[in-house]
C-alpha cells in the first residue's frame, strides 16, 4: 500500500521559514520524481518545486531563491525550505510521488499560512 504523508506545515509571519517534510512509503522511493504543489483558496493548484529521481530541481519563478528541494532516498523522504515567505505563499502543500504516466500518488496536504 503506498503512502504518501506531508508534515510541518503551520502559521508563521512574513519573512519567516518552514520546512515541509513528505515521507513516501510502499514505492521504491529512489526511482520516483518527487514533486510540490500548492493550491490557495480559489486558485487553481500549481507546480512550486520537482525533484527527479536523479536529483535535477525545478523551481516556479514565483519561489526561485527562496525555496530549496531536496530529497533523502534513504529516508523515503522529500523536503521544501520555505525562506522569506510571504503572504501570497499561503496555501495548501502537497507531495506528490511520480514514476511514468501511470505511477502518481498523492499525499493529504499540509496548511501553510504566512500571515501577521
Known amino acids: 500500500q503506498v503512502q504518501v504523508v506531508e508534515s510541518g506545515g503551520g502559521l508563521v509571519q512574513p519573512g519567516a521559514s518552514l520546512r515541509l517534510s513528505c515521507v513516501a512509503s510502499?514505492?521504491?522511493?529512489?526511482?520516483?520524481?518527487m514533486d510540490w504543489y500548492r493550491q490557495a483558496p480559489g486558485k487553481e493548484r500549481e507546480l512550486v518545486a520537482a525533484?527527479?529521481?536523479?536529483?535535477?530541481?525545478y523551481y516556479a519563478d514565483s519561489v526561485k531563491g527562496r525555496f530549496t528541494i531536496s530529497r533523502d532516498n534513504a529516508k523515503n523522504t522529500v523536503y521544501l525550505q520555505m525562506n522569506s515567505l510571504k503572504p501570497e505563499d499561503t496555501a495548501v502543500y502537497y507531495c506528490?510521488?511520480?514514476?511514468?504516466?501511470?505511477?502518481?500518488?498523492w499525499g493529504q496536504g499540509t496548511q501553510v499560512t504566512v500571515s501577521s
Open positions: 506528490s510521488a511520480k514514476w511514468g504516466t501511470s505511477n502518481i500518488y
Open positions: 510502499g514505492i521504491t522511493f529512489s526511482l520516483y520524481g
Open positions: 525533484i527527479s529521481s536523479g536529483g535535477s530541481t
